[in-house]
């Protein structure tokens, strides 16, 4: 099962290091880490994805990469492709979170958001609530998530398709100033 979210993060946090940039909005409210196990996702999914990540402090504009996601009862597994090339696995099994990273992925890129921003788009709402610290809130309707904190949202998600896997998803990010944009499919297909 493959998960595109984290490579093309990957792949834009590459270009975004190393681009001269105007100087950065200030960081929001930091976001809480979820860690959930991967058994709480309540099924099995194999995806490859298609990532378009865009930072406000990036004049280059969006960068695109590929990924793979696989997440079973056990373990979340995701690779990240720039240009062909493997830049980033990430292995989560509910405990530890590995990584093996391209020598090249700069050295402020870190997985743990990743983890999050996987597990904030497409865990069940109620698994997500549930490892949310007092003051957060996840809101949910029909095609869309809201992450908030004391009645500010900092995280918008936008699902084109049923389940929340299918078809394209927007993630706004107004804390730490990023828009990414994942189109999915079964990796069988």
Known sequence: ???????????????????????????????????????ALGTS???????????EADPGGPRSLEALLEVDAEWMQLAGFAMGQRILTLRWNGTTLDEERDPRLPAQFQSAPVLRDVQLVYWPADAVRAALPPGWTLEEGPGRRALSKN???????????????????????????????????????
């Open 45 to 55: 999914v194999s995806l490859t994805q298609r990532l378009e990540f865009a930072h």
């Open 151 to 189: 009645g500010r949202e900092w995280v918008t998600v936008r699902y084109d398709g049923e389940p929340r896997w299918a078809g394209r998803t927007q993630l706004l990010n107004l804390s730490e100033h990023y828009r990414l944009t994942i189109d999915s499919r079964p990796a069988d297909e």
């Open 1 to 39: 099962m493959r998960l595109a979210i984290t490579a093309l993060l990957t792949a834009t946090l590459v270009a975004c290091a190393t681009a001269p940039r105007p100087k950065p909005a200030a960081p929001g409210e930091p976001l809480p880490e979820l860690r959930l196990s991967p058994a």
